[in-house]
């Protein structure tokens, strides 16, 4: 799958990582310039903040991150940080395995220098002391967002959605990566990775483990797991100290009048874990320093995008890991910080209380090839959502008319 024969020799040895040769990362204190902000108000007056920065292995971080609204116009903060911890790539051969973010890196000679029909009514920007444009930041129309025909008032309320996107373009070997994340107007951020360049010629095996592709049934291209896991970092409100909940509706097998009786449990998760999906689960992270208008605690919750789970590795097992906030624990796997003992994120969960929780989200795709495939290849994606719970006691976009609309009508 890589184009660099020499560094895919020398990737794996004696469970060393191979690091290559990039830019050394930037100054922290100037990350926050001119030049390494984004701020920006979409059409419907909500406001993003965010410093960026160019990391030479995860490649686009973001920092500092803050909304405010037109009804809400005070900054509130929501993100330290969020990035790529890893991209673990297995072939169903079992002939290839990579870890693109450790072996490789995002940034640095990966790092794609954005064209202008690649950001189309954006701007592109360039990190601090560079001169590469790297990063496209556009303001995307999403559809409709809101919907309420009110035959009493015979009004018909209605909105366009707007996100704020960031993306980055990372060429690794023969695949080309694009890291992109967006800042929806109602508050959600979806972080999404998607992947497209041309399959690997490399790559082809057995009819199955793979796919035939080209002309009868001799060139199988080996299918293949892209498993994503990203770094969350939260901070909400500003006041640090978060906690995080697990929360199951399930039957009580009960009948009420016309169906099913569920009963929607919360259980806090006070200490570092390993997560795993069920029907009807999701988790939370809650500020305990923040209430809104209303008195309940502003948190945001994790939507998990589709995702396949890749069993044959215990890093790629879990959904979703909390650890509490280390500096050094950088990577999901292969850590290349060698201030930690700890090389993986299972090793970081460690029965530790949480206090400043970091959350660290996997979404896997098995890439099963087609003709279609070639070349290049279709764009394909994987993610995942967050989205503001009680962060304000109403709709902070509502049409003036409906703004006092809080509780019972």
């Known amino acids: 799958m890589r184009l660099r024969a020499s560094l895919a020799a020398l990737a794996l040895v004696a469970g060393m990582i191979l690091i290559p040769r990039v830019a050394q990362a930037e100054d922290p204190q100037a990350r926050c310039g001119a030049a390494s902000m984004v701020a920006q108000t979409l059409p419907g007056g909500t406001r993003w903040r965010m410093c960026w920065h160019i990391d030479p292995q995860t490649g ?53 220098e954005l064209t202008g ?110 498993n994503a896991i990203w770094r969350v970092d939260f901070d909400l409100a500003g006041g640090g100290g978060e906690r995080v909940e697990q ?29 795993t999906t069920a029907n009807r689960r999701w988790w939370r992270v809650v500020s305990t320093t923040s209430v809104n208008t209303d008195g309940h605690p502003r948190s945001y919750d994790l939507a998990l995008g589709a995702g396949d789970v890749y069993e044959s590795r215990p890093e790629t097992r879990p959904d979703v890991s909390v650890t509490q906030q280390r500096a050094c624990e950088k990577f999901a796997t292969f850590n290349l910080d060698p201030e930690c003992g700890a090389r993986s994120v299972l090793q970081y969960v460690n029965g530790e209380q949480l206090t400043d929780p970091v959350m660290w989200v996997r979404i896997g795709f098995h890439h099963v090839p087609r003709d279609e495939d070639q070349s290049p290849m279709h764009t394909h994606w994987q993610g995942f959502d967050l989205n503001p719970r009680d962060f304000t006691a109403t709709n902070p976009l509502a049409p003036s008319a409906r703004a006092t609309i809080n509780g019972r009508p």
Request: negative net charge.
């Open 117 to 226: 029909r690649e950001c189309p009514d954006g701007s592109r920007r360039a990190p601090y002391g560079g001169a590469a444009r790297v990063l496209c930041v556009t303001a995307d129309a999403t559809g409709p967002a809101q919907r309420v025909n009110d035959t009493a008032e015979q009004t018909l309320y209605t909105r366009e959605g707007h996100d704020l996107v960031l993306r980055t373009v990372s060429k690794v070997g023969w695949y080309e990566y694009l890291t992109e994340y967006r800042f929806g107007d109602g508050g959600r951020i979806t972080a999404r990775l998607g992947a497209t360049g041309d399959l690997s010629p490399n790559d082809y095996t057995i009819a199955k483990a793979g796919w035939p592709i080209g002309e009868g049934q001799q060139d199988n291209a080996a299918a293949h797991h892209h």
């Open 60 to 112: 686009l971080v973001l920092e500092d991150v803050s909304v405010a609204y037109r009804s809400a116009p005070e900054p509130m903060r929501v993100l330290e940080s969020i990035t790529l911890g890893q991209l673990n790539v297995p072939y169903d051969s079992g002939q290839t395995e990579w870890n693109d973010i450790t072996s490789f890196g995002f940034g640095g000679d990966a790092m794609q």
């Open 247 to 275: 929360l199951d509706s399930t039957p009580t097998g009960r009948q009420g009048r016309n169906s099913a009786i569920l009963e929607l449990t919360r259980t806090p998760i006070p200490a570092e874990a390993n997560l």
